[in-house]
């Protein structure tokens, strides 16, 4: 869909390796080569179209937000030469894009969106060593021995972890009740702690009244808030169910909730809920808008394309910044460093990797590394003050 080259500039320094295994060092004047795949859907526009479609904004959002990037990159050296290629609609269009001789030249591809999309390339690209950064989604398993695939997006398991953690410091694993639906039951293993005492779980109805037979009174306890973790995201029906049971229940006693990210989308919940019951939500990004990078990013977005961010455009931005700069350090074998590396402080968040740990035993003749993948593990957690939710420290 679209080529950027910029000038390779002077003086330069070269990628820094890691040893003799690694990739071979690349001189000062070599180009790095990008792909962006991104789902800007041009198929389903005419020609008569006055209006961007909003299935295509966000893309284009986080196009204009690594565009930024990229400008930022190419002034301080690094030589760079970018294709963007628009997987539209449809997963046929996708199949016949991975064929392209461009994205097959690629070091790095960032992209695409869909899980399923991301999947594919990522078993490809164990064959070919290309380095695939997926920006968007967070659905774990994805990459299997494939030390080079990367995934911005923390998975349900990172957001469980966060939450465990934060709790732990703060309760005894005595004072704390998992509360899901049946259907949701294989999620509670990851809202476990992974030692010492363990979580009281507590199973409901799949459907229809979910709390007629729960009796949440042994949750409580003298002098000590209950705490209590929903791992649920879509069903606003039983996050409200709950709500009401709760306040019911606790007779003015203390009690705190954690929930996960989708609950902020919730368009019926009672925002003195939020508030009486302590809400606490896991989120995978955090936004400080007094942050004056976060503001220079405005005023220099709204400058180059007359309209405001949203998050996809610093998505774009942090994730091509984070790739951009790993190359300037370690060259191509920045995936390797990134599980040891100081964390790095985005716009949209701060990105902190971790080795996900290889699922099944591969003998040492066919194992690429002794781990999967990468995935950023940073999670927030945030809680309800002030009418809207604030890092809970």
Known sequence: MDTIRWKPAPNAPPPITDGPGDRPTMPSSTTYRLALLLPFQTDQVSAQDAAVPTRSLPALQFYAGATLAFQRLSESGLN???????????????????????????H??????????????AERSRQ?????????????????QNPDFIQINPSLRAHGAAIVQHILARHRPENVCIVARRREAERIPLFQPTQGARFTEILTPDEGHFFDKIDFEPCFRPGQPAVFILPTWGNQDFVMAF?????????????IVYGLPQWRQFENI???????LNVHLSSATYFDFADPAVRAFQQAFFDAYGTAPDEEAFNGYDVVLLVGKGLQQFGLNFPQRLSTEPPFKGLRTTYRFSRVPTAE??????????????????VHILRFQNYRFEPAW
């Open 361 to 378: 035993p591969v003998s040492n003749e066919r194992a690429l590394a002794p781990y999967d993948y990468l995935e950023n593990t940073y």
């Open 108 to 121: 790095v591809i960032i992209g695409p969106m869909r899980a399923s999309q991301v999947s594919v390339l």
């Open 128 to 144: 070919t060593r290309q380095i695939v950064v997926s920006p968007e989604s967070p659905t774990m398993g994805l990459a299997r």
């Open 243 to 255: 709500f009401r049971k709760i306040n019911a229940s606790r007779k003015g006693r203390p009690v």
């Open 80 to 106: 760079l030469e970018v294709e963007v290629l628009d997987i539209r609609s449809n997963d046929s269009a996708f199949y016949q894009l991975l064929n392209h001789p461009r994205l097959q030249k690629a």
């Open 270 to 276: 009672e925002l003195e809920y939020f508030a009486d």
